[in-house]
């Protein structure tokens, strides 16, 4: 197959891994892509926030199937644009990719589907915002209604410091006030065609930028996959799936279906595990950053297969993805500053030794370079690239990683020391 991928990230990067390992010969293709993807597949021009650019483009180079990596390009309606012209897409249309766009929208639909999710508030002014975090209490959640790379939400106790994230996102319209979910987080990624759903295996994201979960929220900085437990809590990994399906997935498949505006795509439902069941913290409409990194090479089932089935309203035909029992584990290497500011522009020095590590993939996300031949790449952005490793149990997969990202040199960049350190006992 012909396959082109939109993105630029560690997730688009993960995704043409996975395409790649199939050995089924696919003609990769990505837009914009960066220095790694570049040694995997071929990088073409096409601006992904152009629907009609990026339609134009497939029909005339003939391609088979677009998967669409970020958030950005749902949200503008690419998808539809591909659909109009007839490509086999992967990624929802601009209506539906409001549950990831607008968490208002999200609680709209959650509420009527009868999906649990914790309790909020919209607020549209300070008195508003204050009236709620008396009435929900601490520790306060506050959420910006739109896109916000993950930086719009803040879980704080101090009052002050909450007031004022949401002073600062209330000029540009209401912020939800969340009720404080207490409990692990899990992330569940679901293939949808728009009506039948396949379910991936569970991973879990560290977001704090700190061990510990020290420190403020970031896109994320590590993840591992499976999760261990999860089968004690739930009496099998395949419980807590099918749960999650019928009472979370399903339901909000169907009520995006009734409402003209059917979900094709991946469905992300980050959950978290309260004391009073699975509630959801949030949706998004794209593959996850970085746990498909985890998921992926994991996944045995070829991906191309569930991608275009769910792209061309087959998934019915398709059986349970199917997964290795090896675990996968990934540490986000970040520039100095992030996330607030970070510094860009270094030199990154040691990826073929890191890479040369068995069961060790150097993932990429922010890289570009390098200037003349020979030279080391160059970070271009906050987190810069994942260093994923597999293994038989995730002791084994963490020395791995943490021995590949101690031959990586970046002035100044930091990574967190405790992915998947709970699991490793
Ligand atoms: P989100 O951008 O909605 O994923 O939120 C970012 C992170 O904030 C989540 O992964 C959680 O760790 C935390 N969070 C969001 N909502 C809540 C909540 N209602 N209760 C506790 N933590 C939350
Ligand atoms: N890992 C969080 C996200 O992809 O939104």
């Known amino acids: 197959m012909k396959i082109l991928v939109l993105g630029s990230g560690a997730r688009e990067h993960a995704i043409i891994l996975a395409l790649k390992a199939e050995d089924a010969g696919h003609e990769l293709l990505c837009s914009p892509g960066n220095a790694g993807i570049a040694a995997d597949a071929t990088l073409v021009t096409v601006d992904q926030l152009d629907g009609r650019a990026v339609a134009a483009y497939a029909d005339e180079h003939?391609?088979?199937?677009?998967?669409?990596?970020?958030?950005?390009?749902?949200?503008?309606?690419?998808?539809?644009?591909?659909?109009e012209r007839g490509i086999p897409v992967f990624g929802p249309g601009k209506a539906a990719a409001q549950l990831e766009g607008s968490k208002a929208f999200a609680k709209r639909i959650m509420d009527a589907a009868g999906v649990p999710t914790g309790r909020a508030v919209r607020a549209a002014s300070v008195a508003e915002v204050e009236a709620a975090f008396d009435d929900l209490g601490a520790p306060y959640v506050v959420k910006a209604d739109g896109l916000a790379a993950g930086k719009g939400v803040i879980v704080t106790s101090d009052?002050?410091?909450?007031?004022?994230?949401?002073?600062?996102y209330l000029p540009a319209g209401p912020v939800l006030v969340e009720e404080f979910l207490s409990g692990p987080e899990v992330s569940l990624f679901f293939l949808s065609d728009g009506d039948t759903v396949r379910a991936l295996s569970p991973a879990q994201d560290f977001k704090r930028a700190f061990d510990g979960d020290a420190g403020p929220n970031t896109g994320g900085m590590g993840a591992y996959s499976p999760l261990p437990w999860l089968g004690e809590q739930f009496g099998g990994e395949?419980?807590?799936?099918?749960?999650?399906?019928?009472?979370?997935?399903?339901?909000?498949?169907?009520?995006?279906?009734?409402?003209?505006?059917?979900?094709?795509?991946?469905?992300?439902?980050?959950?978290?595990?309260?004391?009073?069941g699975v509630k959801v913290i949030e949706f998004n409409a794209r593959f996850g950053d970085p746990e498909?990194?985890?998921?992926?090479?994991?996944?045995?089932?070829?991906?191309?297969?569930?991608?275009?089935?769910?792209?061309?309203?087959?998934?019915?035909?398709?059986?349970?993805p199917e997964f290795a029992d090896d675990v996968a584990i990934t540490v986000v290497l970040a520039s100095?500053?992030?996330?607030?500011?970070?510094?860009?522009?270094?030199?990154?020095?040691?990826?073929?030794?890191?890479?040369?590590?068995?069961?060790?993939?150097?993932v990429h996300a922010a890289t570009a370079g390098p200037?003349?031949?020979g030279g080391d790449l160059v970070a271009t952005g906050g987190r810069v690239l994942n260093v994923v490793a597999v293994g038989s149990d995730f002791a084994d997969a963490r020395t791995r990683a943490y021995e590949a990202m101690g031959r990586i040199g970046l002035d100044g960049a930091h990574y967190r020391r405790d992915i998947a350190a709970a699991v490793a006992e």
Request: no cysteine.
């Open 62 to 83: 003939g391609v088979d199937l677009v998967v669409i990596g970020p958030e950005a390009p749902l949200v503008a309606g690419v998808a539809d644009a591909l659909r």
């Open 238 to 276: 395949r419980a807590f799936v099918d749960l999650v399906t019928e009472k979370v997935a399903l339901p909000v498949i169907r009520r995006l279906d009734a409402e003209g505006t059917p979900f094709i795509g991946l469905l992300y439902a980050g959950l978290i595990l309260t004391p009073a």
């Open 336 to 362: 100095e500053g992030y996330p607030e500011a970070p510094q860009t522009g270094r030199q990154i020095s040691g990826l073929a030794d890191a890479a040369g590590i068995e069961g060790v993939r150097i």
């Open 159 to 168: 009052r002050a410091e909450a007031l004022a994230h949401a002073s600062q």
């Open 292 to 320: 498909t990194q985890v998921v992926l090479p994991r996944l045995r089932t070829p991906l191309s297969q569930l991608l275009l089935a769910a792209a061309s309203g087959n998934l019915e035909a398709q059986p349970q």
């Open 371 to 373: 200037d003349a031949p």
